[in-house]
């Protein structure tokens, strides 16, 4: 079992930035591939940004360039930080985890993140 906690989210202006942490425990951390996913109403949870266990890492078209994930693995935590923020970013941001051993999927409970234009 992994559990996840996000924070950070909130309210920022359009070309501002904020930072998302997720924090982890439950498993051996370092060996997941950790990723954070976006949603709005009505639209399907997409993913926006992965990193694996060698470091190595994904991002969605639309944010990269101005997204950067990172995870701290002596502090079990993967990290979001967002510039440039445009106002199509704004959505509801969910921690994700992909347990090494059991290829289980595992979500945080979300955090707003809302961008005015």
């Known amino acids: 079992q992994v559990q996840l906690v996000e924070s950070g989210g909130g309210l920022v202006q359009a070309g501002g930035s904020l930072r998302l942490s997720c924090a982890a425990s439950g498993s051996i951390f370092s060996s997941n591939a950790m990723g954070w996913y976006r949603q709005i109403p009505g639209k399907q949870r997409e993913l926006v940004a992965r990193?694996?266990?060698?470091?190595?890492?994904y991002y969605a078209a639309s944010v990269k360039g101005r997204f950067t994930i990172s995870r701290n693995n002596a502090k079990n935590t993967v990290y979001l930080q967002m510039s440039s923020l445009k106002f199509e970013d704004t959505a509801v941001y969910y921690c994700n985890a992909i347990e090494s051993t059991t290829s289980n999927n595992y979500w945080g409970q979300g955090t707003q993140v809302t961008v005015s234009s």
């Open positions: 990193i694996f266990s060698d470091g190595s890492t």
